[in-house]
């Protein structure tokens, strides 16, 4: 338990002397993790489902203003296929691990030319 608490104790020191490369990390895994946690639920808000579109919803109103043929591809069809978990829930959780990964280079980088 004595190197749990040394660990803990040293990582709440560094982050503390070190509030930039806190912030350089901790924003861009905040804006990578938010939107897997945050689209699901304003997607399902609009009518948008795991079992389709509901009736009576936004999305329905949506679905049909354009006539009930939802072309493959375009903005519809990708907010229904993440509520449904399909391939647009890939690719936004995709989006969110590149951009963290790519914050997560800058950090190690800016403290390898730091040396």
């Known amino acids: ?3 749990v608490t040394t660990a803990v104790t040293t990582a709440v020191t560094w982050a503390r002397d070190n509030p930039r490369n806190v912030a350089a990390v901790a924003v861009p895994l905040a804006i990578g993790v ?3 946690i945050v689209i699901a639920p304003i997607l399902g808000s609009l009518g948008f489902g795991a079992a389709g579109v509901a009736a009576g919803s936004t999305a329905a109103g949506l679905q049909s203003g354009i006539g009930g043929a939802v ?5 519809f069809a990708f907010c ?3 509520a449904a978990g399909g391939y647009a829930a890939a690719a936004i ?4 691990g590149v951009t ?3 914050a997560a ?3 190690a980088a800016k403290g390898w ?3």
């Open 1 to 3: 338990m004595d190197r």
């Open 34 to 36: 938010a939107p897997v």
């Open 71 to 75: 072309a493959a591809g375009s903005t």
């Open 80 to 82: 229904q296929s993440a």
């Open 93 to 96: 959780g995709a989006a969110g």
């Open 100 to 102: 963290t990964g790519v």
């Open 105 to 107: 280079v800058g950090v």
């Open 113 to 115: 030319f730091r040396r």
